[in-house]
C-alpha cells in the first residue's frame, strides 16, 4: 500500500532537463504528502521538492526553485518532478518520500517511507 517506484533518472547535459515519475497508491496520493529528496556522495541530504495532499500545495528548495516543478496525476497515481535547466550540481540520487499528515508539506520535514531512488547525472 505504500509502495513507491520511481524512474526517469539518467543523463543529460547541462541546460537539459529531465522529469521524474513517482508511481504511488491512491491512498498515498489522497492521504500523505509526497516529497522529492536527493542524496549526493559526500553531500547532505536535501529536500528538493513536495507537494501537500490536502490541497497541492507544493514547497522547494531555494536551490532549485524556478527551474524545477512538482506534480501530481490522479488519474495515473503519479507524482512528477520536472527539472529544467539542470545544472552540475543537481546529480545525485533522487528519492520519492512520503509523509501521513494533513499538514501543508515541507522540504524540511522528515518524510519516513522512501522509494528505491533514481540516478540523475549531469554532465557534458
Known amino acids: 500500500q505504500l509502495r513507491l517506484v520511481e524512474s526517469g533518472g539518467g543523463l543529460v547535459q547541462p541546460g537539459g532537463s529531465l522529469r521524474l515519475s513517482c508511481v504511488v497508491s491512491?491512498?498515498?496520493?489522497?492521504?500523505?504528502?509526497v516529497a522529492w529528496i536527493r542524496q549526493a556522495p559526500g553531500k547532505e541530504r536535501e529536500g528538493v521538492s513536495c507537494i501537500s495532499a490536502n490541497d497541492g500545495s507544493t514547497d522547494y528548495a531555494d536551490s532549485v526553485k524556478g527551474r524545477f516543478t512538482i506534480s501530481r496525476d490522479f488519474a495515473k497515481n503519479t507524482v512528477y518532478l520536472q527539472m529544467d535547466n539542470l545544472k552540475s550540481e543537481d546529480p545525485a540520487t533522487y528519492y520519492c518520500?512520503?509523509?501521513?499528515?494533513?499538514?501543508?508539506?515541507?522540504?524540511?520535514?522528515?518524510?519516513?517511507?522512501w522509494g528505491q531512488g533514481t540516478q540523475v547525472t549531469v554532465s557534458s
Open positions: 518520500a512520503i509523509e501521513n499528515t494533513d499538514l501543508f508539506c515541507s522540504v524540511r520535514a522528515n518524510y519516513p517511507d
Open positions: 491512491k491512498f498515498v496520493l489522497d492521504y500523505y504528502n
